[in-house]
């Protein structure tokens, strides 16, 4: 059996399966990941939470930064990795979605909202850090292509997109929601993640550890390939679009 074969079976018998994404799986998207070749830590110096608070330097480098990230967005849809997973989940086969992600394609590819626990935040809405005022992206966006290079919410207050910043606290209902849905799983699914980042790159573990079949599609190596029962290296999307060919024939029959 090949190995999307392996992974529609076990996804077609499985009655808890939890998927968990990272920037991997909307770089088809045209979202460049941060850690591959060309990603964004290639080209720009990460900006830690305090230095965005006390240095407009930074302030302005943090914002070149996420306009670069708004107009990929903005130009960016679901690719068949994502409507995988979509599917997956109109056909009952999805319980729970972690992402590291904060592009909101996982949405945007009609999964609810209900059911993606984004444990980085989201760039879909832009909050004030003084009084915590929340903007739209599509404001703020445009107040960047009218010239705004830093831009200030009414009160004064420096406006930052609702993601966490490094050095920024981690939203623990999140990760003890995410903890709990890892536990629980029969099936776990990491799609595009280089794993490196924690507490996320936890949930795996913790799957693993609680009797989850583990399986990890990424191009590169990853530091839990040696626990995972299934590492694939091929594009999330072709080999996501084969594990959905097969499952729709499984429940076909
Ligand atoms: P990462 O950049 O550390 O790793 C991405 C991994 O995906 C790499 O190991 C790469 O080999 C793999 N990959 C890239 N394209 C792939 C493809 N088409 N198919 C299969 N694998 C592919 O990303 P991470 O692990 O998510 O962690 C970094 C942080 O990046 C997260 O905190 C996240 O918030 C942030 N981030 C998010 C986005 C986004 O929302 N799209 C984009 C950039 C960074």
Redesign the pocket.
């Known amino acids: 059996m090949n190995d999307s074969d392996i992974m529609a079976r076990k996804l077609a018998a499985s009655r808890n399966a939890v998927f968990f994404?990272?920037?991997?799986?909307?770089?088809?998207?045209g979202?460049?990941?941060?850690?591959?070749p060309g990603?964004?830590?290639s080209r720009y110096q990460p900006v830690y939470y305090d230095e965005f608070l006390t240095s407009h330097d930074a302030r302005l480098r943090y914002w070149a930064m996420k306009r670069e990230?708004y107009d990929?967005?903005k130009h960016?849809a679901p690719?068949p990795?994502h409507m995988a997973l979509s599917r997956f989940h109109s056909l009952g086969l999805l319980k729970g979605l972690i992402?590291?992600?904060?592009?909101?394609?996982h949405q945007a590819s009609g999964l609810p909202d209900s059911l993606v626990i984004e444990?980085?935040?989201t760039?879909r809405s832009v909050d004030c850090i003084t009084c915590g005022k929340r903007h739209t992206a599509e404001e703020i966006t445009s107040r960047l292509s009218n010239g705004e290079t830093v831009p200030r919410c009414s009160c004064g207050g420096w406006l930052k997109p609702a993601?966490?910043s490094f050095g920024q606290q981690m939203p623990q209902d999140k990760i003890s929601r995410a903890g709990q849905l890892s536990r629980r799983s029969d099936v776990f699914i990491v799609?595009?993640?280089?794993?490196?980042?924690h507490p996320?790159?936890a949930m795996p573990e913790i799957a693993k550890s609680s009797g989850a079949w583990l399986a990890i599609?990424?191009?590169?190596?990853?530091p839990l390939d040696s626990i995972a029962d299934l590492v694939v290296?091929?594009?999330?999307?072709?080999?996501m679009s084969k594990v959905l060919a097969t499952v729709e024939t499984l429940s076909a029959q």
């Open positions: 994404t990272g920037a991997g799986i909307s770089t088809e998207s979202i460049p990941d941060f850690r591959s990603g964004v830590w990230f990929n967005m960016s690719n990795a992402t590291q992600n904060i592009d909101g394609l444990l980085h935040g760039n993601t966490i799609i595009g993640s280089s794993l490196v980042v996320a790159a599609v990424n191009r590169d190596p990853t290296d091929e594009s999330a999307g072709v080999f």
